[in-house]
């Protein structure tokens, strides 16, 4: 592995481990066993870092979460890849979810770059969500879906942070992201129709068994 994907690789473990404000970029170089100036050359500062790892995980969601619905990949099947894909995602990256607004505010470049991947992000869902209503699993007037994508997105985005503010340990592992997919299929239930209503609670109970599985390991 290159040291510039080293750099980048530490920085995510470290950043998940002990929050990202409580790691330096001296801390990085150390924790690798290179030099601050072998850091530099690669990355100016942190932010830098940061970016770049923003990058990364951009390119993922875009190119892996986003399940097409086939013949082989059923409609329901598709959403419930889709909640999979970015709530690993999430674990991967959760440092990023835990403090978000201060990330973009301290990046000007990163949250461009953050604005432009939510908007395809946003996109997709809502190619996502008529593809289950061409597929009657779900209905919902064409004005709502503007809301529901955001909603939906919501979850997404700010349930670690969320998490973290409402409980006195917070320690972060896979009940918890569990939790998030069944507060999406709660949301997506009113919409759902009564011939696909069936496999949405037998979703709903795997990620429910899921849970208390994650639960018992921790």
């Known amino acids: 592995m290159k040291t510039r ?14 929050g ?14 290179i030099s601050p100036g072998n850091l530099y050359y690669h990355f100016r500062n942190k932010e830098d870092i940061i970016l770049s790892i923003y990058e990364e995980y951009a390119r993922n969601l875009l190119l892996d979460t986003f399940p097409t619905v086939t013949s082989e ?3 329901l099947d598709a959403i419930i890849l889709y909640m999979d894909a970015v709530f690993q995602m999430m674990m991967k990256f959760r440092f990023f979810y835990s ?11 990163l949250r461009e770059k953050y604005v432009e991947v939510q908007h ?14 061409t597929a009657n699993i779900i209905d ?14 919501i979850i997404n985005t700010f ?22 997919v069944l507060k999406i299929l709660v949301i997506l239930r ?19 068994q899921r849970y208390q599985q994650a639960l018992d390991v921790a």
């Open 20 to 33: 990202e404000r409580n790691v330096t970029t001296n801390h990085i170089a150390a924790h690798l066993g």
């Open 140 to 153: 919902f007037d064409d004005e709502e879906l503007a809301d529901i994508v955001s909603i939906l997105r």
């Open 190 to 208: 009113p919409y759902t129709t009564d011939v696909a209503l069936p496999e949405l609670i037998k979703a709903r109970d795997m990620y429910q």
């Open 159 to 180: 349930w670690l942070s969320f998490y973290q503010t409402q409980n006195i340990v917070n320690e972060i592992n896979d009940s918890v992201f569990y939790q998030g």
């Open 120 to 133: 395809a992000i946003a996109e997709r869902v809502s190619q996502l969500l008529i593809s289950l209503r």
């Open 5 to 18: 994907d080293k750099i980048i690789q530490a920085s995510i473990a470290l950043f998940n481990e002990q």
């Open 99 to 109: 403090n978000l607004p201060v990330l973009l505010d301290k990046n000007p470049s």
């Open 73 to 75: 990949v059923q409609p």
